[in-house]
């Protein structure tokens, strides 16, 4: 599978190129997601792993045109099945959401509506797209209750959401989205807001939707552990671009950008030895406003040289890409080393471990 | 559903259970009153007084007293006015009270279609020249005091411009609508344009604020994640919850003006409603008929409170289980 | 903890909305207006507004003219008092039905109105604090009972219930205690319709102290072993006071249109005392001949009442808390 980063286009069921979304603001124009480029074959999943105002949601939304602000200015290429999303008309892409795309987001409390039955809400997303009848519609409903694990669902399909605790209104806002059968499905955040358990079950469902539905996924996270236990491809963003992408194994063995590695680090192990304070990245990612015209991450990275003025382009293999001016044969090198100093330094809050244990635990999918 | 109803059917009765307390108590237990000479009226004779005091009880401690009080209004219903003798007052309450009725809902329909049509207009072209207009007639509509737009109005219909445009206006006064639907409608036209206008604006000031939030809510990006027209987006998501707090504010007005804030627009129009009597009996201090008319009022805003109470349950499933 | 910073903040940006810097100066026009009626009355128009001046005269047009005039209509009984002569020395805005300067008057009834309204809005607002935080901060049995009257308030529709307040004490006047308030005295609305009003404040008031006392610097505080007392008055007050100052404008303009609305039934202010609201009703006899006397006062106190929500509109958007007045009828 690790071929799958790059695959020649046509095979591709989504093809993005140079992504760039910007905001006119008062203070001048934004740019929110910069030149980002990816392809996503049929059965993959791509996970986006990056900070909050990394850009992630936002490219997201910006293919299925769901950002609303007319100050947004969306630019590049995203073909699907071979169709160019962004120069869609809204007739169009509206006919393709919920149908071809569908999109599931962070808050499972809040993202349905709350005066309509769960039931009423999964009919409405079939019938929108296909001519069913009412009770048709209701039987279906039912069924997808059912698929994504919903005790007695032929009762449930007629509570209302704030019946539902947070776990059951997540599977029924996928039941919702897997409605019409989609091809693609984008999810943002969808277990960040549920507890452990939940989030662990709800990963297995999308493992197993994929593989029954056969649709493509691509889950936007910042957690590095999700993406590990889901993802076939891995894309790092910081600051609106791209700083790392590739087949997951390659980008969790041989994490390449320092910004990867500070993420990589951030993963909680319960199975560590020691228990350390959650490690973090110093710093915190720069508004959109005052991004570095360089590379994003140099006022945040322990090696930054004068290169790092100058900003870096995706480059280092053909499905293994990074942006960063470090030299590439001397990466692993350079990790460890940053991670003796933090380590004898006593501050275990950096970098403090390779990833091993992580790795460890790969043939669990 | 129906446990709600009931539950709410009891704090109802709860409720004017206390408004009844408290309005016997300000007429019959503020201090340094006579309440006799009150119910008697101005210089009633030592006999009248006399009969007055035992006939309520006065003599007897106050729980008994409260009781014969409302013997008389609820059960007996025989309380009659001191100033026209012998004029029974519930029935004079009942027979107005379809007038108010008239005109309360009547304005109430006008101006919550006008609020609607404005509301929706300005959120859907938020950030035009036509958000500041509807924040200016809202403000406007909450600041003018409604009998004197009354006033106003008379002033051009009856009597500036009755010669012209406006000669097919009729004089003051109501028509039943049994009597005649058309004169009914025709009588209270101004009034009901009036008491709308004041509403209108606010109540479209609201809606619009309410659906910019809802449009802003995650069940919208959902929604339009399925797919969905922008048009059901608005109607059956945003407005649909929109609803709950506007319906919520409406069950406060719409009982507050049955309940009496109307009887300004019924004084000024002339309308014999249950207002209009309160005044009347005001002008000449008949009290009997002043506790009766605010017993009835103060039932009719409870009613519309319960009514809207459950309205509200049925447009919000979470309200059910409150 | 209310440090200098967030106030100056909604300081700065109430200064920078026109529209409430605007209304905020009209208010103080009015007011300025108001206060120097005596000046106008004596040094302006040479007139009394309050004796009537049946067989008066004025000078229209250098012509000497009665103020009022026998009605040529219907049976000649009736008067026709003398209508807008725009003249600021010789009845502006006319007389009303006893010869009285209707513009002398509406700036002395504003006095009475904007004196009922402010002061009425300060103790409801005052009198509302004290018992929205003591009952949302103590709770219990306290907070029960508090909260019940005010359902009690609320529910009760609030015309009727100022006017069977207004049925009964204006004809004995009030017994509180060691002090007699008169029948007439302006005392009588400002206390009927500040009480009318209390739970309006009371209750917003109440739930936001009740989500404040589990904050963590309440709890704080309160673990730390601070007393009561000063918790209420260093914490919590601050805290409500940005709702309390919205309400201010906006029950300010309220209580003034329900005077006038009491005043117009005649239950509100009594003669000698005239309001914008007995304004109107003095003139509603003269409506289609002289309509002035009607239209001038109820002009004042929709232009004062929607300054005031504009103010009020800014002082929230400056502060902004979620206070929002039910509308008004």
Redesign the interface.
């Known amino acids: 599978m690790p071929d799958a980063a790059v695959p020649p286009a046509g095979d591709a069921l989504l093809e993005v190129r140079d992504l760039t979304v910007s905001f006119r603001t008062r203070r001048g124009l934004v740019t929110a997601v910069d030149g980002l480029s990816f392809s996503l074959g049929r059965r993959d999943v791509l996970g986006i792993v990056g900070e909050s105002g990394s850009g992630k949601s936002v490219s997201m939304m910006s293919l299925l045109k769901l950002i609303r602000d007319p100050n947004a200015r969306i630019e590049g290429e995203a073909r699907f099945e071979g169709r160019d999303l962004i120069a869609m008309r809204d007739k169009e892409i509206r006919a393709l959401r919920g149908r071809e795309i569908a999109m599931i987001f962070q808050d499972p409390m809040t993202a349905m509506t709350p005066v309509y039955t769960v039931g009423w809400q999964i009919a409405e997303q079939i019938r929108t797209h296909e001519s069913v009848g009412r009770r048709a519609a209701h039987e279906r409903a039912i069924q997808l209750l059912d698929e994504v694990g919903i005790p007695d669902p032929g009762r449930r399909v007629n509570d209302y959401p704030h019946e539902f605790s947070g776990g059951m209104r997540q599977r029924a806002v996928i039941a919702m989205a897997l409605a019409n059968n989609p091809s693609l499905l984008i999810a943002d955040e969808p277990t960040t807001a549920l507890d452990v358990t939940t989030q662990a079950q709800i990963l297995a469902l999308m493992r197993r939707l994929r593989v029954d539905h056969g649709s493509s996924i691509i889950l936007i996270t910042h957690d590095m552990g999700v993406v590990f236990d889901i993802a076939d491809n891995v894309l790092v963003m910081y600051a609106g671009r791209a700083a790392e992408q590739g087949p997951k194994h390659d980008v969790f063995h041989r994490p390449r950008h320092p910004y990867t590695w500070g993420l990589l680090s951030s993963v909680p192990r319960p199975r560590a030895e020691r228990v350390s304070r959650l490690p973090t990245i110093p710093g915190s990612p720069p508004s959109p406003l005052s991004i570095a015209p360089g590379c994003p991450f140099a006022p945040r990275c322990r090696l930054r040289h004068d290169k790092c003025d100058e900003r870096p382009e995706l480059a280092g293999g053909i499905v293994h890409v990074d942006a960063c001016w470090l030299p590439r044969d001397r990466r692993q090198e350079l990790r460890r080393s940053l991670i003796e100093k933090a380590v004898s330094e006593g501050d275990p809050g950096d970098l403090s471990e390779p990833t091993d244990s992580l790795s460890g635990s790969d043939s669990a999918r | 559903m129906l446990t709600f109803i009931g539950r709410r059917t009891a704090a109802a009765v709860l ?1 004017l259970f ?2 009844s307390v ?2 016997f108590l ?2 019959f237990a ?4 006579d309440p006799a000479a ?1 119910i008697a009226g101005r210089n009633a004779d030592p006999a009248t007084l006399a009969q007055v005091r035992h006939e309520f009880g006065l003599d007897r401690p106050i729980p008994i007293r409260y009781g014969l009080m409302m013997q008389h209004l609820f059960i007996a219903r025989d309380l009659s006015s001191f100033v026209n003798r012998g004029d029974l007052v519930i029935p004079q309450i009942l027979h107005a009270a379809p007038v108010t009725l008239s005109l309360v809902i009547g304005a109430a329909i006008i101006w919550m279609v006008l609020a609607f049509l404005m509301g929706t207009a300005s959120a859907a072209k938020r950030g035009t020249a036509f958000d500041p207009v509807i924040m200016l007639v809202g ?11 009354g ?2 109005v ?2 051009f219909t ?2 500036r411009w009755h010669s012209g445009i406006f000669s097919w206006v009729p004089p003051l006064g109501y028509v039943p609508l049994s009597t005649n639907p058309a004169q009914w409608a025709l009588h209270l036209l101004f009034p009901w344009l009036t008491l709308a206008a ?2 209108a604006g ?2 479209a000031r609201v809606l619009r604020g309410e659906i910019l939030e809802a449009l802003n ?3 919208v ?9 922008e048009r059901r987006i608005m109607v059956r ?1 945003a407005l ?2 929109s609803l ?1 707090p506007v319906v919520s ?1 409406f069950g ?2 719409f ?3 049955v ?6 627009t019924e ?1 000024v129009f002339g309308l014999p409603g249950v207002g209009k009597l ?2 009347d009996s ?2 000449n ?1 008949d ?1 009997p008929v ?1 506790m009766g ?2 017993m009835y ?2 039932f009719f ?2 009613l519309a ?1 319960a009514v809207v109470d459950v309205l509200y349950a049925a ?4 309200a059910r289980r409150a | 903890m209310a440090s200098a910073g967030p106030w100056r903040t909604a300081l700065v940006t109430l200064r920078r909305d026109r529209v409430a810097m605007v209304s905020l100066g009209i208010f103080l026009l009015i007011v300025l207006a108001c206060v120097l009626a005596p000046v106008y009355e004596h040094s302006i128009a040479h007139t009394d507004a309050f004796t009537s001046n049946i067989s008066g005269t004025t000078v229209v047009d250098d012509k000497e003219v009665p103020v009022l005039a026998s009605s040529d209509t219907g049976l000649g009984l009736g008067v026709t008092p003398i209508g807008p002569t725009w003249d600021v020395h010789h009845y502006f805005l006319g007389a009303d039905g006893q010869g009285r300067d209707v513009m002398a008057r509406l700036l002395y009834g504003g006095r009475s109105s904007l004196l009922i309204g402010i002061t009425s809005a300060v103790i409801a607002c005052g009198v509302a604090t004290l018992l929205g935080v003591v009952a949302g901060y103590f709770g219990g049995v306290l907070d029960a009972v508090l909260s019940r009257i005010f359902d009690v308030i609320w529910a009760f529709p609030v015309y009727l219930l100022a006017i069977s307040l207004s049925v009964v004490l204006l004809t004995s006047g009030l017994q509180l205690g060691p002090v007699h308030i008169e029948g007439n005295s302006l005392w009588l609305p400002i206390l009927i319709i500040a009480v009318i009003y209390v739970p309006y404040v009371a209750r917003p008031l109440r739930g936001q102290v009740l989500s404040l006392r589990r904050r963590e610097f309440i709890v704080a505080g309160i673990g730390l072993g601070a007393s009561d007392l000063r918790i209420l008055i260093r914490d919590v007050l601050p805290n409500v006071m940005p709702t309390v100052l919205v309400f201010l404008p906006l029950m300010t303009a309220l209580n003034m249109l329900t005077e006038s609305a009491l005043s117009f039934l005649s239950i509100g202010v009594q003669p000698p005392n005239a309001s914008w609201g007995t304004i109107i009703n003095d003139g509603l006899g003269l409506l289609y001949t002289r309509p002035m006397v009607t239209v001038a006062p109820g002009l004042m106190i929709a232009l004062t009442a929607v300054v005031l929500n504009l103010l009020g509109d800014g002082v929230r958007s400056a502060l902004d808390p979620k206070a929002r007045l039910r509308g008004a009828a």
């Not at chain 2, 503020?30 to 009153?33: A, C, Q």
């Not at chain 2, 403000?139 to 737009?149: C, D, E, K």
């Not at chain 2, 309940?259 to 300004?264: C, E, F, K, V």
Request: glycine letters at 8%.
């Open positions: 409720v206390t408004i408290l309005v300000i007429f503020t201090p340094g009153v009150r403000v406007v509509g909450v600041s003018i005091p409604a009998y004197w737009l006033e106003v008379n002033l009856q009597s004041l509403y606010i109540y809510e995650d069940y990006r959902t929604a339009r994640a399925k797919g969905l027209t998501h649909r919850c709950i504010l406060l007005d009982g507050a003006l309940g009496g804030s109307a009887l300004l004084v309160t005044i005001l002008q201090l009290l002043i008319c605010v009022a103060a805003v409870v409170n447009l919000d499933p979470r």
